[in-house]
């Protein structure tokens, strides 16, 4: 009876340590965004045809940014990865990128993704280290506004607000009970750098510059936290934001608790999504307002924009067969797709495709803050810490623990630390 | 006196009453919220009950990776509790049964191990498992959980062992059984329950792990409690109802077991906390 | 001799070899890598006590152990009181007692996860039953704004899903307990509050100690309450040592840095159960 059981176990152990059909597919790691253009409802799942070519499965493993960048590199490190895919973020684009990912330009003088001079040049030299390319661009989320027109013809506006400080005031008035349901004016989940970032360029101001100097105790930034602390303070944003995942926020705007929200543009598909949202067609989408006082220079926010890559982990194990897939996730189809899924496509063409102008009204509204907006924050080896760092000091602040003024004070002091 | 003895059952009925809202308040609160509209949920305020399966209704159709957790849970805990049975029920037995200095000693390291937090093995496990390709296999969760439990299992089955006097093997080895014959036939039976009772700590420990499940699985062996967590950030405050189902779906199996087992498991907890 | 050394090697050769693998060698390394400069692509080089300097000189390990620290004793302190509380009111009798047992145990089969699911929903700001309930008395639990709120909460998940553990224990010794003695000291008259004190407490007490100490050591692990719920924060403020570690070591890839907070858990839970669980067991021996 013994022996039976030992038998039984060793078998068992056998089976348990295989990992189930690993050779049949790849794997991707991305961000939970990521898998949602891909395989979205509206323009269908980019990897269907190549799947069914080459008899490959398409696995997407998602998590949120921070996760996503720790998972990824951690298991890129390793001498052999079960990853085929990682998305990069532009903010990752350093040596250490350079060695854990493998380049890409051999790939491309061999087989080609389709017209790559129709990728924005910023963003294919935005995915290079040391001149050598390492990630194809696949997204770039540009912020804007998203609001629900509904909600807010029910508190008496009629259109979206055309300066910040108008849309502070909005925002505290669309805070009410609507069928007993709270609604807050503005959503934003976890106060994370890109987002408070994205806000903050309302007032054009910046944490990080291009040429690596700290400035977020300088008064635009300190004029968007006290916005955001005075906001929350009347109640106007949710009161557990900093329990609340940035991707999560969907729901909030899906399910009508929230009015408007800040967010990459593309998301306006996400949020009329008829399957998903009970707003479907209600939430439009414009350029975020700027301040008042910088109107003469910018007449939209130069919001953040952040891109994100593929890359081919060096340990991965299905190299040739991860090129071909991502060519086919870049070609000027999927990308097309992709961006009726809801994605901001890297290609140029595809914002001059008819059909596509019809059916994402904001489109033009993207290429016009394209042209303005700049990355949150520059690529360098701390940025993830640099991000965590800015978090930490605004929930701080928001939540009324600090003083604006001190906590920007305290975050200027750390992050110069990280970045000198 | 009467008074006395009045306010006594009065006092003892209120705790027990404390007690059952408190030990199973929140439990019964989620099973039958998991058979309610969400739009009821959502009201406090509201006392109707409308019954409905909309909530699991949902769950199979959007939530697929939850179910694919419980069967890894399942699977998991499975090879957990025989692996750890197995191993301690042998090592019991050794250390009840040759009595030697060095034993002594080693039984000792074995208590001192179960001080070492798991979080901080973590950090030189994760690259290993990964070199010998275990990553986010049922494997190696068997594996790590099955030791976790090792040196509790071990001091409880050495305590059920010890009450079989050692007279009783001697007595079949003069009666001409093997060594086998001996385990086999006369003491396992009567150590059964020291199995069960280690075979219970492990089970419910397996199947509702987080942390070890969270570092070392992405796909292919997630647990029940990862993708419950997961949904948790997903969807809690939006759709309260679909994830109550799925918590429904998880704890209810292992508080089952665990009534059933009580007895077991109260003799296995004494057992290993006094002697361990 | 029916088991020779040969034969016991055999039988503990599954149980060390999994010890070995999986604890022993991995906490050697541990150990040895909490004196090295370590990360992603970079060889470890020897940098001997400064990661220990280093968080020894991080306001944020301070804080992380000092949450740590309070919310165990805090803990501790509850369960054994409760558990204390219901073990005696067990065994004064009550009706159908292996039901309440079950009641008692129930916690206990739930995992972390399922009881953050359950305590989000009750404390809930907008939906939730408790903070209904809570809201006239001028109570809230403002779980993710004020740390003291959120490290509460953790308690309060603690001592759920470990009340039940520490309960047998206490309900176990007492069983144990010789019924005579009582007999005894009613028929001297004793009120149940002196037959209490007298006799439950001190012939209690090492059932006390192993409570404390178990409790003391798994406490200090604490991760999954507060992970699931406010995730250290907001502003970190409520981060406790594990996610402390969890950060250093996963997230900014400074395995050094981690390993070290490793080993100062290790010995901050020593400590405390050393220095405190004595101190408390010698007053309950000298209060008796």
């Known amino acids: 009876m013994a022996l039976q059981r030992r038998t039984m176990l060793a078998a068992g152990l056998a089976l348990a340590a295989t990992p189930a059909r690993a050779e049949e597919r790849l794997t991707i790691f991305a961000h939970r965004v990521h898998k949602t253009v891909a395989t979205g409802a509206q323009g269908g799942d980019i990897t269907a045809a190549w799947s069914k070519q080459t008899g490959l499965g398409v696995e997407w493993v998602t998590f949120e940014i921070a996760p996503l960048e720790e998972r990824l590199y951690r298991e890129a490190s390793l001498p052999e990865t079960a990853v085929d895919i990682g998305f990069v973020l532009n903010t990752q684009a350093t040596e250490r990128m350079a ?322 | 006196m009467r008074a006395d003895r009045l306010l006594g059952r009065a006092g003892k009925t209120v705790a027990l009453a404390a007690i059952a809202l408190w030990s199973l308040g929140p439990i019964l609160m989620v099973v039958s919220a998991s058979f309610r509209p969400d739009r009821e949920i959502f009201d406090p305020g509201q006392h109707s009950f409308t019954f409905t399966l909309v909530n699991y209704a949902h769950l199979v159709s959007e939530w697929p990776q939850f179910f694919r957790g419980l069967s890894n849970s399942a699977l998991v805990t499975a090879g957990a509790a025989l692996l750890a049975t197995f191993a301690s029920a042998l090592a019991g037995y050794a250390y009840s049964r040759l009595r030697r200095r060095w034993m002594a000693a080693s039984a000792a390291a074995m208590v001192f191990i179960r001080l070492i937090p798991p979080i901080v093995l973590t950090l030189p496990l994760f690259p290993i498992i990964n070199r010998l390709h275990l990553a986010d296999t049922h494997l190696v969760l068997i594996l790590l959980y099955a030791t976790f439990f090792v040196s509790l299992g071990t001091v409880v089955m050495r305590t059920f062992f010890d009450q079989i006097p050692r007279e009783m093997d001697e007595a079949a080895v003069v009666d001409g059984a093997s060594a086998w014959q001996v385990i086999r036939l006369i003491v396992a039976p009567l150590a059964a329950q020291g199995m069960v009772a280690v075979a219970i700590f492990v089970v419910v420990f397996a199947w509702n792990e987080y942390l070890f499940a969270f570092i070392f699985t992405a796909n292919n062996a997630k647990t029940a409690p990862l993708v419950l967590a997961e949904m948790t950030g997903a969807i809690d405050g939006v759709e309260w109802g679909v994830l109550f189902a799925a918590t429904t779906l998880h704890l209810i199996p292992v508080l089952a077991f665990v009534i059933l087992a009580q007895r077991k498991l109260v003799d296995g907890l004494t057992a290993g906390a006094t002697k361990g | 001799m029916l088991l020779g050394v040969r034969g016991a090697g055999v039988l503990l050769t599954p149980s060390w070899l999994l010890l070995g693998l999986v604890i022993v060698l991995p906490a050697a390394y541990v150990f040895w890598l909490s004196f090295e400069q370590s990360s992603f692509g970079q060889a470890p080089r020897f940098v001997g006590l400064a990661n220990y300097v280093t968080i020894l000189n991080d306001p944020y390990f301070w804080r992380a152990l000092r949450n740590t620290v309070v919310v165990v004793l805090a803990v501790v302190m509850i369960e054994i009181v409760l558990g204390l509380g219901i073990a005696v009111l067990f065994a004064a009798g009550i009706p159908a007692r292996p039901i309440w047992l079950a009641v008692m145990l129930a916690p206990y089969a739930v995992s972390e996860v399922a009881a953050v699911v359950m305590w989000r929903f009750l404390l809930d700001p907008e939906t939730g039953p408790l903070t209904h309930l809570l809201a006239p008395l001028g109570l809230a639990l403002d779980w993710a704004v004020v740390p003291s709120h959120g490290l509460a909460l953790a308690g309060i998940l603690s001592v759920w899903l470990h009340l039940p553990f520490t309960f047998v224990i206490l309900y176990a010794a007492r069983l144990a307990l010789p019924g005579q003695i009582y007999e005894a000291a009613r028929v001297d008259g004793a009120s149940a509050l002196q037959q209490f004190r007298l006799l439950t407490l001190p012939l209690l007490r090492p059932a006390i100690l192993v409570a404390m100490l178990f409790r003391t050591i798994t406490g200090f692990r604490l991760f999954s309450e507060v992970w699931l719920t406010t995730q250290g924060g907001p502003a970190r403020s409520t981060e406790v040592a594990a996610i402390y570690l969890y950060l250093e070591g996963f997230r900014y890839d400074s395995f050094g840095v981690a390993a070290a907070t490793g080993w100062m858990m290790v010995l901050a839970a020593f400590l405390v159960s050393l220095l405190y669980v004595r101190r408390l067991y010698k007053d309950m021996a000298d209060a008796g």
């Not at chain 1, 220079?297 to 194990?317: D, H, L, N, Q």
């Not at chain 1, 602040?397 to 003024?405: D, F, I």
């Open chain 1, 99 to 420: 060695r854990l990912f493998e380049p890409l330009d051999p790939f491309m003088a061999k087989d080609p993704i389709e017209d790559p001079a129709d990728i924005f040049p910023g963003l294919m030299s935005g995915m290079k280290v040391g001149g050598k390319l390492y990630a194809v661009p696949f997204r770039h989320a540009s912020s804007g506004l998203h609001y629900n027109e509904e909600l807010l013809a029910e508190r008496g506006f009629t259109a979206p607000p055309a300066s910040v400080e108008e849309f502070i005031t909005m925002a505290k008035a669309c805070t009410y009970r609507r069928d007993g349901q709270p609604v807050v004016g503005f959503v934003m989940g976890g106060l994370g750098y890109a987002d408070v970032i994205a806000f903050a360029r309302a007032w054009d101001a910046d944490y990080i510059t291009a040429d690596m100097k700290v400035v977020a105790n300088q008064p635009p930034m300190v004029a968007a936290v006290s916005a955001l602390r005075d906001m929350y303070a009347a109640g106007a944003m949710p009161r557990n934001l900093t329990a609340i995942n940035g991707e999560d926020v969907n729901l909030w705007m899906q399910t009508g608790r929230g009015a408007m929200i800040i967010g990459g543009m593309g998301r306006n598909a996400i949020y009329n999504d008829p399957q998903k949202s009970r707003f479907a067609g209600k939430i439009k989408t414009v350029p975020f307002p700027v301040s008042s006082t910088i109107a003469g220079k910018y007449k939209v926010a130069p919001t953040k924009v952040e891109f994100w890559g593929m890359a081919i982990p060096r340990a991965s194990r299905h190299k040739q067969e991860a090129w071909s897939l991502i060519r086919a996730m870049s070609s000027k189809q999927s990308t097309r797709m992709a961006a009726l899924n809801g994605n901001g496509p890297v290609r140029s063409s595809t914002y001059d495709d008819a059909e596509l102008r019809r059916m994402l009204p904001y489109a033009e509204a993207e290429r016009q803050v394209l042209l303005v907006s700049r990355v949150a924050i520059p690529a360098f080896d701390n940025a993830a810490k640099a991000g965590d760092l800015l978090q930490e000091e605004v929930q701080a602040a928001v939540l009324g623990m600090k003083p604006v003024q001190q906590a920007l004070d305290d975050l200027t002091e750390r992050a110069s630390k990280l970045v000198g």
